[in-house]
């Protein structure tokens, strides 16, 4: 990376993944009315997958942790909170569990990927509960991360290196 990449900002990355996440979103809310939360955050990982695979290792991961993540979270929301705080507390739930499944992929991939469970968590926050709406929530989540990502993706991790097999 030249010095001058470094300080120019990816508007493309961002702006994909900023349709990835308000697409993603929306179809899962269109596909499985029934199933709205759960359906719409497998969307938003199945999207952000084609941004991904190009510029991290094993992206085919990223929609199956993120569903994964979601179904977890919703659960344990549903479980654990009276019917109505779900929707307020619907961000302080999903964005850190997501985050910390998502982060397992990040973490060798990039430098302070540990970021990434704080950023997930302020996004989601931020879009399921300050800007309800499944097109506003989609695009403020997407705009959050897709900063976050666009950010960390400039700080590979240094190769590690293999074990050679012997125990």
Do not use: K
């Amino acid at each position: 990376m030249t010095e001058r990449d470094r300080f120019t900002f990816d508007s493309a990355l961002w702006f994909q993944w900023i349709m990835a996440t308000t697409l993603g979103w929306l179809l899962g809310y269109l596909i499985f009315p029934n199933l709205p939360a759960i359906s719409a955050g497998v969307g938003v990982g199945v999207l952000q997958w084609p941004i991904l695979y190009r510029r991290i290792s094993r992206a085919w991961r990223w929609p199956l942790i993120t569903a994964l993540a979601w179904l977890a979270g919703s659960i344990l929301l549903v479980v654990t909170t009276p019917a109505g705080l779900q929707f307020l507390l619907s961000g302080l739930f999903l964005g850190p569990i997501v985050g910390l499944a998502q982060w397992l992929i990040l973490r060798r991939e990039v430098r302070w990927a540990g970021w990434w469970i704080i950023i997930s968590a302020i996004a989601w926050i931020t879009g399921l509960t300050l800007v309800p709406g499944i097109l506003a929530t989609g695009a403020m989540v997407g705009a959050i991360s897709g900063i976050a990502l666009e950010l960390l993706l400039r700080c590979p991790s240094p190769a590690r290196p293999e074990p050679d097999g012997a125990d």
